[in-house]
């Protein structure tokens, strides 16, 4: 069975630490993966996308890393910021048409 | 930018009501999805759309149906709505007709409490 998951499942952080999420999938045939950023309230917003050949990606204070051979990615924040409390969410998806399968999640706080 | 709304923020209905939610995207996105989010299960996909008139079921269908008589608005229906079905709806769309599955941008997103 398609399945994503992801750890821990909360994290609280003094804000200007850096933290690091974890995902693990078990979806194949692979054909990307997204984290995507839930604010509170809001629905979730795409941060980075990699696909099978890519390791790492980058978005500002936000880098994604991906090991499709042990089918594990992770989302690290540097210099965490209060605003990057929401909760991250990984998201796989599957060569057939827009099939993708989400993960639960993991809610971040951020504290002075 | 892509822009998605939802018809409703919050939502309260009593048990056995007919609940429509309404989705509307102005990007002319060919697919359209309905999620329902619960607390520790992550977003479950409920019906989706390739196109209009056109719909499939995700994986939690039951009690629910959908309508697409435009590419713009995706309606999900609660026939008649029960307490498990309170929850947070989200509603998104994509571009279709690629190879590869493309981003999917989210609506605000719907809470609704069935008493």
């Known amino acids: 069975k398609n399945q994503v998951e992801q750890s821990p499942q909360s994290l609280i952080i003094l804000e200007g630490k850096n933290c690091t999420l974890q995902c693990n999938y078990t979806v194949s045939p692979f054909s990307n993966l997204r984290w995507y950023k839930q604010d509170t309230g809001r629905g979730p917003v795409s941060l980075t996308i990699?696909?099978?050949?890519?390791n790492t990606k980058s978005n500002g204070r936000y880098t994604a890393t991906l090991d499709a051979d042990t089918k594990q990615s992770s989302l690290h924040i540097t210099a965490s910021q209060l605003s990057d409390s929401a909760s991250y969410i990984c998201v796989v998806s599957a060569p057939l048409r827009d099939k993708v399968i989400f993960g639960p999640g993991t809610s971040l706080s951020v504290i002075p | 930018d892509v822009k998605v709304t939802q018809s409703s923020r919050y939502l309260v209905k009593r048990t056995g009501e007919k609940v429509f939610l309404e989705c509307v995207q102005d990007?002319?996105?060919?697919?359209m999805f309905w999620y329902r989010q619960d607390p520790g299960l992550g977003l479950r996909l409920i019906y989706f759309s390739y196109d209009v008139k056109m719909k499939e079921k995700g994986d939690i269908p039951e009690g629910y149906s959908v309508s697409r008589e435009k590419k713009e608005r995706f309606s999900l229906i609660l026939e008649s709505a029960s307490t498990n079905q309170t929850s947070m709806y989200l509603c998104?769309?994509?571009?279709?007709?690629?190879?590869?599955?493309?981003?999917?941008?989210f609506g605000p997103g719907t809470r609704l409490t069935v008493t």
């Open positions: 990699m696909t099978f050949s890519e």
């Open positions: 990007m002319d996105h060919e697919n």
């Open positions: 998104a769309s994509s571009h279709g007709r690629r190879l590869e599955p493309s981003e999917q941008y």
